[in-house]
């Protein structure tokens, strides 16, 4: 026990990997020895097993989480390649700690809530979701750049097998155009590894990719000088691309495919839907986080000046990504696509919020990353169980399924009250606290943004018009069957931390707080010189005070 | 006056084990000959046996050689064959190539065993032809003397041309060993009278001499050693000196084309490596120029080739030639990080080489290559444990975390920006990026595509598993654990650490 306490983190990250390489290791075994291999029903088990074991030693984690500190905690450092810069490297802080949390929580919900899915898919499909885990959860632990650059890379091989091999008829296609884009966006995450390296080496004739570094004197990201964007220094060539700026602009697209922000969201919009259920759920609830995720931990801290440079443009771009999803996803027909799209709105607010440079749109964003995961696998989920029972997935083709199925019914309303944000669930604390920050900075943003969070609100109220009461559309919802006790089960699970969070942030808050100001504070001594272009915007109150000024804690 | 007793047989104790073991296996060979089946009811030994009998001499001499250069690698030192005239040396560079390719050969005459008697060409010759070729190949790589780089050339490739042609029925490998041996040929004549001009600049061939006077403002150095790397790079298929390789690794045996594109390759850079490091400059400023040319050529051409091909020894054909661009950024980088990011690539290389190839060998049918990428479409099926093994190889190839390639790729590139070749780097991970398409084709033809008609070999023979375990084992321990040292014998080094020695010796000051 003491060894798992030692190395909790590791445990947590690993687990899931591990034991699914020790079932295909079994199976290798059983199968040699003339046997059957491992029955069905207990890979689906074991992959639960797996994963729940690894939220508990996550519950473990957040329960010894010092909040009064504004260190990384439960750190484990080992040199891998020394020479090259790279180490294992992990730790937690009020960032990342509630994303560990989301991740280990999600996938043995996800696991259950598709255990028909599961069923069918095998051992081979229980290991890509369990390989797909560490590698996100991997990404989110990591404070090494090149090895979140590994994770971050690696989480999109089981993704591309999960769509190719079980996804919808040409899901083959979907998944190479996902991969595609994905390795795109890993290509210009390596351009500005390389950048920063040659910075680095420059510096200190050495090559260091961690984060911070444990040891005074060290030469981690965070020590290397990165020039701001004055180009015609003295000494220096007339062009100079190793800025902030050009920096900045390549994490930046690195990170905005991967959310993916508004020009590049296509891909993923057609690999949802492709995608068997428990992947395009993992997607909108996990991964599309480690890009959001990256604009904090890398992008913003290494490169402030270059951040600042492009806020206004990246604003608008969330701008339009916010009020831009809900108007496309009014005119959509099938209900996956339509939650993705409605998703892709709430992530640009969620980048919305980290551009704000206030303590309350920072810890709204993080907030928010975990509440709207909560709210976008429960709908999701449920979709896919009307597509398991219905084989379809298209508006058009349901209607008045209030009278057939109650409690698919009121879940589906419920979860769709959370995800707009309605007082007392996870949405509102976080898309409040957002819209607080913003409106802090530029009032306008916070209007328009308002303006899409509206939209999405008559959107959604129209679908559930539409969807769940009306006319029977089609003869075959007559005989339509409500959610089994797993199914309720699933539901129950998930609705727990939502009402939670809602009704009682102040232990999360109190958690993320001292990392959000620690950021903010990094973020402003390694843009001086540049700081005087955000005076007035910085206000001290951290984002309880904000809620509490705002009445929003009962 | 005895010359003899001042020679080092030391130096060449690897060479030596590696003919004798060449000599042995046709002896034995000729000697069991009688023992064969000649349709007589009673023989006291199957043909199966004799030819395992031939395989197991063939890598147990392999195995003492490979070992033997570990041995010297660990003693440390140089030691010339003949001290008063230095052509042959046995230093840390050379013991270390000489052990990747006595094992690399190894593994070859291990994958070779099944796969010759299904096509039915199993000939004990093919071993010793085989072995003189790595002979050759651990004579190149101690050369330190044009003389021995052309000598040890020339033994490298003659018996390759036969092995390419080794498959006398089909027609295929017939004009493949044909065009090899015309090419090749091209090459050693470019490559001689690039010799012949430095000697006529410097009056010398020995490296220490032309080190020492080599000058690039003078015309005639400057074109010798031009020629001197454009001989060398049509042996390695740089492009532009790329189009036989294609055409050689379809129609040759796949057993052939993989123990050419691994062996060969070694061989010929560590000849560029001590050329780079010993003669020309070991910080690698001058004919930087030339490298980036090369590299950047190779790289877009090999990558953009493999994206359009339908056959699977092909492709890996074309994506070699990318390798080969990888393998130049790091000679254009140069210095200590350059160098050992070079080597270390080789037996990332090597690794991930053979085991693609060995796949390919241990799916052949009865008389035919399972060659075509159609075939593979539902291997998952059919054969998971293969289709596994393959993806694993393929993902390596493309540098994906995880695996030995990406390391390698990342020392490269990490080599690269270190000499502020940032748009070389740039340019290779774009590069990287295309590769991810062709490579990632072959797994999701595996695991998406329907099952095929083309049915593969339902079998895998011992020799086949020795080589996918010894691959599959390599790439993912040297990718997860790559600063870990594994074998006792060489104390705590890890593969990093030996690469780094073996050149740290010539660069540092």
Redesign the interface.
Same mark, same amino acid.
């Given at each position: 026990m003491e060894f798992v306490q030692d190395h909790l983190l590791s445990w947590i990250v690993f687990l899931p990997l591990g034991a699914g390489l020790v079932a295909i290791a079994l199976n290798?075994l059983l199968s040699s020895l003339g046997l059957a291999g491992i029955p069905r029903r207990l890979c689906g088990l074991l992959g639960l097993v797996a994963s729940t074991l690894s939220f508990a030693l996550c519950v473990q984690l957040v329960v010894q989480f010092d909040a009064t500190s504004i260190d990384h905690q439960f750190v484990e450092h080992a040199?891998?390649?020394?020479?090259?810069g790279?180490n294992y490297f992990v730790g937690v802080d009020g960032i990342n700690l509630l994303l560990l949390l989301l991740t280990t929580f999600l996938v043995p919900v996800v696991i259950l809530a598709t255990w028909n899915e599961v069923h069918d898919g095998n051992l081979g499909y229980v290991f890509a979701i369990l390989s797909f885990e560490t590698c996100v959860l991997g990404g989110f632990a990591s404070l090494n750049l090149?090895q979140f650059?590994?994770?971050w890379?690696?989480a999109s091989?089981p993704l591309?097998?999960l769509v190719?091999?079980w996804g919808a008829e040409r899901?083959?296609r979907s998944?190479?155009r996902f991969?595609?884009s994905a390795?795109?966006g890993?290509?210009l995450l390596?351009?500005a590894i390389?950048?920063l390296?040659?910075l680095q080496?420059e510096q200190f004739g050495r090559?260091d990719f961690d984060l911070v570094s444990l040891e005074p004197g060290g030469v981690a990201l965070l020590d290397t000088t990165v020039p701001l964007m004055d180009p015609a220094g003295p000494g220096q060539s007339a062009f100079n691309w190793r800025t902030q700026v050009w920096l900045f602009a390549v994490f930046a697209l690195a990170f905005a495919i991967r959310i993916p922000l508004v020009p590049f969201h296509r891909g993923l919009a057609h690999l949802q839907l492709a995608a068997p259920t428990a992947a395009a759920a993992l997607v909108l609830g996990v991964t599309v986080k480690l890009g959001i995720y990256g604009f904090i931990r890398y992008a913003i801290p290494l490169a402030p000046a270059g951040a600042l440079e492009f806020t206004p443009g990246l604003i608008v771009l969330a701008l339009v990504g916010v009020v831009g999803g809900a108007l496309v996803a009014m005119s959509q027909d099938d209900l996956r696509k339509c939650l993705t799209l409605i998703a892709l709105s709430q992530l640009a607010l969620m980048t919305l919020g980290v551009f704000t440079f206030n303590a309350q749109g920072l810890s709204g964003s993080v907030l928010q990353m975990l509440g709207h995961g909560l709210s976008a696998v429960a709908l999701v989920l449920l979709v896919g169980m009307l597509r398991e029972r219905r084989h379809t997935g298209l508006i058009s083709e349901s209607g008045g399924l209030a009278t057939r199925m109650p409690v698919f019914v009121a879940c589906f309303g419920l979860w769709v009250m959370s995800m707009l944000g309605v007082p007392l669930s996870s949405g509102f604390v976080g898309e409040f606290l957002i819209l607080l920050g913003t409106f802090r900075v530029h009032p306008a943003a916070a209007a328009a943004a308002l303006l899409g969070i509206l939209l999405v609100f008559a959107f959604m109220l129209r679908l559930i018009g539409r969807v769940l009461f009306g006319n029977e559309a089609r003869s075959e919802n007559r005989s339509l069957v409500d959610l089994g006790l797993r199914e309720k089960v699933v539901m129950g699970i998930l609705i727990l931390p939502v009402l939670g969070i809602g009704v009682y942030p102040e232990p999360l808050l109190r958690r993320i707080e001292p990392s959000v100001l620690n950021w903010l504070r990094t973020v402003d001594e390694r843009s001086a010189g540049t700081s005087e272009r955000r005076q007035g915007q910085r206000s001290t109150e951290g984002p309880r005070e904000a809620m509490r000024l705002a009445g929003g804690r009962p | 006056m005895t010359v003899l007793p001042s020679l080092q047989f030391v130096a060449i104790g690897p060479i030596l084990l590696i003919v004798a073991g060449a000599l042995s296996v046709l002896l034995l060979e000729v000697g069991l000959t009688r023992f064969r089946d000649r349709g007589s009811p009673r023989r006291a030994v199957s043909n199966f046996q004799i030819d395992s009998a031939v395989v197991m001499t063939a890598m147990a001499f392999l195995f003492v050689a490979s070992f033997t250069a570990c041995v010297a690698f660990d003693v440390g030192g140089a030691t010339y064959f003949n001290p008063r005239r230095p052509m042959l040396v046995l230093d840390p560079l050379a013991a270390f190539m000489t052990t990747i390719l006595a094992f690399s050969a190894l593994l070859s005459c291990a994958l070779a065993h099944s796969y010759l008697a299904v096509l039915g060409i199993h000939r004990g010759e093919y071993y010793a032809l085989l072995m003189v070729s790595t002979g050759g190949m651990a004579l190149l790589v101690s050369a330190v003397d044009l003389m021995a780089v052309f000598v040890g050339l020339e033994i490298m490739c003659l018996p390759l041309y036969a092995l390419v042609g080794f498959d006398r029925q089909r027609l295929e490998s017939n004009r493949s060993a044909v065009k090899y041996f015309v090419i090749g040929g091209l090459g050693s004549a470019v490559l001689l009278y690039g010799m012949a001009l430095l000697y006529g600049d410097v009056g010398q061939t020995s490296y220490a001499a032309l080190g020492d006077q080599l000058d690039f403002t003078r015309p005639l150095s400057l074109a010798g050693s031009g020629l001197l790397v454009a001989g060398l790079g049509l042996k390695v298929a740089s492009v532009p000196f790329h189009q036989w390789a294609p055409d050689v690794y379809e129609g040759a045996p796949t057993t052939v084309s993989a123990f050419m594109s691994v062996g060969v390759k070694v061989a010929v850079f560590a000849v560029l490596l001590r050329w780079m490091i010993q003669v020309v400059d070991p910080a690698g400023e001058s004919l930087r120029g030339l490298w980036t040319l090369l590299a950047a050529a190779s790289l877009l051409v090999g990558s953009s080739m493999a994206l359009i091909q339908t056959q699977i020894k092909r492709m890996l054909a074309f994506s070699g030639i990318a390798h080969v661009g990888y393998l130049m950024i790091g000679l254009a980088a140069g210095g200590v990080?350059g160098f050992t990011a070079v080597i270390f690539y080789l037996i990332a290389y090597t690794l991930t080489e053979l085991g693609a190839f060995a796949v390919v060998v241990a799916l052949a049918q009865r008389g035919r290559d399972f060659d075509s990428l159609a075939s593979y479409s539902g291997l998952a099926k059919t054969r998971p444990?293969m289709a596994a093994t393959m993806t694993l190889f393929m993902?390596s190839s493309a540098g994906?975390?995880?695996t030995v390639g990406?390391?390698a790729k990342?020392?490269i590139?990490?080599a690269a /920006?270190?000499m502020?070749q940032?748009p070389l780097?740039?340019l290779g $991970?774009?590069t990287?990026?295309v590769s991810? /398409?062709y490579y990632?084709r072959v797994?999701?033809l595996m695991?998406? $595509?329907e099952c095929s008609q083309e049915a593969p070999r339902s079998v895998i023979s011992s020799g086949e598993l020795m080589v996918l375990t010894v691959c599959g084992v390599g790439v993912l321990l040297f990718g997860i654990l790559?600063?870990r040292g594994w074998l006792p014998l060489i104390g705590d080094l890890s593969v990093?650490d030996w690469a780094?020695e073996s050149v740290q010796v010539f660069v540092a000051p």
């Open positions: 290798v040199r891998w390649l020394p020479e090259l790279v090149v650059y590994a994770f890379e690696l091989l591309f097998f190719g091999i899901g083959e998944a190479t991969a595609l390795g795109l890993s290509l390596w351009i390389l950048l390296a040659s080496f090559l | 990080a444990g993902l994906v975390p995880g990406f390391i990342f020392a590139f990490a /920006v270190e502020q940032i780097a740039v $991970g774009l990287s990026l991810m /398409v990632l797994p999701a695991y998406m $595509g790559p600063n990093l780094r």
